[in-house]
């Protein structure tokens, strides 16, 4: 997992634990509702708007760290495919982009004849005793011509299978992080309304929340108060 996430989950984690001690009044003439709604626009905006500048900062940040591993895992993922459709060029003999399907066939069959007896064994179970339909289920399932293919071996089978394989992974993991950045604007709205709640309410004084870069990189989330 990417640095910057995990630096993102722990600032989500520690803002939703630290919430309720971190309880600060809005300034005079502030709309906690107006800030709210700044934070599901960009989490942080509330905090910021509401002149709480350290939480805003790490909102911030964890939001930064979020769309920052979003892109790194959409980058990898795109170097993985180019380099198993490269392989499938030069190892397999494929000349043309094809659709996810096709890749996914070559992961599994050294060539498009194997995988055409599979289709023919199909289509006479599919169409016992009728020879026609079996061919023209045949010859629209299988593979002839410039879309066959040829694996050189079980090696150059098994690598490519595992680059796109890795390749989907980095894919995926990008569409899961967009699922923090929901979470990050879920507990910033949930920070303003129970901080400024608590403070109404309680008629606390909230401690600040700062965040630095830590030493050798990263990011240093931290507590102060004043006394």
């Known amino acids: 997992m990417p640095r910057a996430l995990k630096a993102a989950i722990v600032i989500a984690v520690l803002l939703a634990v630290a919430a309720p001690s971190l309880a600060q009044a809005p300034a005079e003439g502030k709309s906690v509702k107006k800030a709210m709604l700044l934070s599901l626009l960009m989490p942080g905006a509330g905090q910021a708007y509401l002149g709480n500048t350290g939480r805003a900062k790490a909102m911030m940040a964890a939001e930064a760290g979020v769309w920052g591993a979003f892109a790194a895992y959409r980058i990898q993922g795109g170097m993985r495919e180019d380099r198993y459709k490269?392989?499938?060029?030069?190892?397999?003999?494929v000349e043309r982009e094809m659709d996810d399907?096709?890749?996914?066939?070559?992961?599994?069959?050294?060539?498009?004849?194997?995988?055409?007896?599979?289709?023919?064994?199909?289509?006479?179970?599919?169409?016992?005793?009728?020879?026609?339909?079996?061919?023209?289920?045949?010859?629209?399932?299988?593979?002839?011509?410039?879309?066959?293919?040829?694996?050189?071996?079980?090696?150059?089978?098994?690598?490519?299978?595992?680059?796109?394989?890795?390749?989907?992974?980095?894919?995926?993991?990008?569409?899961?992080?967009t699922g923090f950045a929901v979470l990050n604007r879920m507990i910033s709205m949930v920070d303003i309304y129970l901080s400024t709640k608590l403070a109404r309410t309680r008629g606390l004084s909230a401690p600040g929340l700062g965040v630095d870069p830590a030493p050798g990189g990263g990011i240093r989330v931290y507590l102060t108060t004043s006394f």
């Open 86 to 93: 490269e392989m499938a060029r030069l190892f397999a003999g």
């Open 101 to 177: 399907d096709y890749y996914l066939l070559l992961a599994y069959y050294l060539s498009s004849e194997e995988f055409n007896v599979d289709v023919m064994r199909d289509a006479r179970m599919r169409y016992p005793g009728d020879r026609q339909a079996q061919l023209e289920f045949f010859e629209a399932n299988g593979y002839f011509g410039d879309d066959a293919w040829q694996w050189d071996g079980a090696e150059r089978l098994e690598e490519f299978s595992r680059v796109r394989t890795e390749s989907r992974q980095s894919y995926r993991r990008a569409t899961l992080t």
